[in-house]
């Protein structure tokens, strides 16, 4: 047997804030038609699909923190909420296994991720570029990203209200570098990008 596996991430251009990514097994009656690219889907919708991909799917989600981004990268730390992702969907995909009394070492798994980079991850991966609008597995894991990324800096906005995440989300919009240079970096800064 051979299972689709998708992997994209969340929050790789902002200033601020964690990158997420999401790892995603599709079930083969899943509703394709719910996805698309996140970032061409609308909040509600972007909602919606998750919770239709957390109640059908196979799916993990990584989240590395600004505080690390500044440490290996931004690419690195993008691969590595990657991996965490895979780790965590795994732990479902043996539970999985197990209901269908399927043996896991004779399931091939086979990733594809979007980009020009693969997370390290046991299983033969592959990187295409613009994949996120493409391969439902990678809409879907774009989704579990992005979904979850917002949740976050929408939180961090209670946190620090004079930084506006919850509009911007940490990207880097002409009020988040101003309130920056007025005030100061946030706690939650990436203080390796310019800002």
């Known amino acids: 047997m051979i299972l689709q596996c998708g992997f994209d991430e969340a929050g790789r ?3 601020a804030g964690p ?7 599709l079930p083969a009656d899943f509703p394709v038609e719910l996805l698309n ?8 919708k972007r909602v919606a699909a998750e919770s239709v991909i957390k109640e059908k ?3 993990g989600l990584g989240i590395v923190d600004h505080e690390t981004i500044d440490k290996i990268n931004i690419l690195q730390a993008s691969m590595l909420a990657m991996r965490l992702a895979y780790d965590q969907m795994m732990i479902d995909f043996v539970k999985w296994c197990a209901a269908q009394k399927i043996n896991p070492a004779e399931v091939q798994i086979d990733a594809i991720t979007d980009g020009t980079s693969c997370p390290d991850v046991p299983c033969a991966c592959r990187c295409e570029p613009k994949a996120d609008g493409t391969y439902p597995v990678v809409m879907a894991a774009s989704i579990i990203a992005k979904v979850a990324r917002d949740r976050i800096m929408t939180e961090y906005d209670k946190q620090f ?3 506006g995440y919850a509009k911007h989300k940490g990207y880097p919009t002409a009020d988040h570098r101003r309130i920056c240079h007025e005030i100061g970096p946030s706690p939650i800064q990436r203080l390796s990008f310019s800002y």
Not at 19 to 25: P, S
Not at 37 to 44: G, R, T
């Open 37 to 44: 690219d996140s970032k061409k889907l609308s909040e509600k």
């Open 161 to 163: 209200p004079a930084y």
């Open 19 to 25: 990158v997420t990514a999401g790892c995603v097994i």
């Open 57 to 59: 799917a196979l799916w």
């Open 13 to 15: 251009g902002p200033l």
